[in-house]
């Protein structure tokens, strides 16, 4: 009887075991949204673009990312709500600090046209736009980042990126691959 329940409580904690691996791969894989994930017909490169993912908020207001790649060009895009003309310079570097105190600089691509223009919200939002080289890329996309650095009009502000949204962009440039 006493083997019987060794046998028993060992099929326990095996398949208690199996189903908390079972869930936790679950959980940690990936799975990638797309807005748009097709060949363009034009120039025949296949064009990638990510859902929006809130990173954090300003003023209580959220910042989206998103990342999109066109052939082997990554772009992370970074969306936010203006509230009490609170405007981060668009001509002006932001920075992401990771978890490992490396800090990514990132330089916005010069637009055509004033982002601000681009829809019918122009007044509410702004969208910059990021071109990455392969290595701000491959930083970005395996450490964590635990800082959000960007100016404004009257200075230098940093906000901190908490708990899982720490992981957030490092998900989103994985689905560029």
Known sequence: MSQNKTAILFLLKL?????AMIISVHGT????????????????LVVKRT?????LRINGQPVYIKGQSIGTNKY???????????????????????????????????????????NDYSDLSTLLIFKLNDEQFQKLKSTPIVLFKYHLISGFVE??????????LMELLHCLE
């Open 29 to 44: 894989a990936q799975e990638c949204e797309y807005e748009k994930n097709e060949i363009d017909a034009l120039t025949e």
């Open 76 to 118: 992370l895009k970074v969306q936010y709500y203006k509230y009490s003309n609170y405007v981060i310079q668009e001509d002006r570097e932001v920075a992401f600090v990771l978890s490992n105190d490396e800090e990514v600089t990132l330089f916005p691509r010069p637009m055509p046209v004033d982002s601000t223009k681009m």
């Open 15 to 19: 398949t208690f075991f199996t189903g």
């Open 159 to 168: 906000e901190p990126i908490k708990g899982a949204k720490q992981l957030r």
């Open 51 to 55: 859902v929006p993912e809130i990173l």
